[in-house]
């Protein structure tokens, strides 16, 4: 199994038109991996990269 922590980046950001401002809601992930033809077990959980100024 592999094993996948997604942060919210380049691929994920989406932007709001009202503040201007760039936010991740969801991962593109999955659909980039079925093009890619990948047929592996995943576990891919989403997350913060705020985890990382600790």
């Known amino acids: 199994m592999i094993k ?7 691929f994920d950001k ?5 503040n201007g401002k760039l936010f991740f809601n969801d ?4 659909e980039m991996l079925k093009l890619g ?3 592996a077990e995943l576990d891919i959980r989403h997350g ?3 985890i990382w100024k600790l």
Do not use: A, P
């Open 14 to 18: 989406e932007y709001n038109e009202l």
């Open 48 to 50: 913060s990269l705020q």
């Open 27 to 30: 991962t593109h992930l999955n």
């Open 37 to 39: 033809r990948c047929y």
């Open 4 to 10: 996948i922590f997604v942060t919210g980046g380049t």
